[in-house]
């Protein structure tokens, strides 16, 4: 089992910043990835950025250039940077971990981007 903790959502105004940072914990035997998702309200839940084992990284396109993925120097431990932020990317923050067994979600942490 891997627990997973997030932290950093908030009210930002657009154009402003917020850091998010998530830490798993648990039966973390080999951490293939770690992203994060998103799903505003009465949308689906898509993927925001995630960073794998090898140190690549993906992005969604509307993110590109404003957001940054990243890790501590503990394997476990994954960051999403968010700049020049927009109230379109209001929504619920999820961490997601990939590991060899299964996939696991944190419990999501609300950013609010206001106009």
């Known amino acids: 089992q891997v627990q997973l903790v997030e932290s950093g959502g908030g009210l930002v105004q657009a154009g402003g910043s917020l850091r998010l940072s998530c830490v798993a914990s648990g039966s973390i035997f080999r951490l293939n990835a770690m992203g994060w998702y998103r799903q505003a309200p009465g949308k689906q839940r898509d993927l925001v950025a995630i960073?794998?084992?090898?140190?690549?990284?993906n992005y969604a396109d509307s993110v590109k250039g404003r957001f940054t993925i990243s890790r501590a120097n503990a394997q476990n431990t994954v960051y999403l940077q968010m700049n020049s932020l927009k109230p379109e990317d209001t929504a619920v923050y999820y961490c997601k971990a990939l590991t060899d067994l299964n996939d696991y979600w944190g419990q999501g942490t609300q950013v609010t981007v206001s106009s």
């Open positions: 960073r794998y084992r090898s140190g690549s990284t």
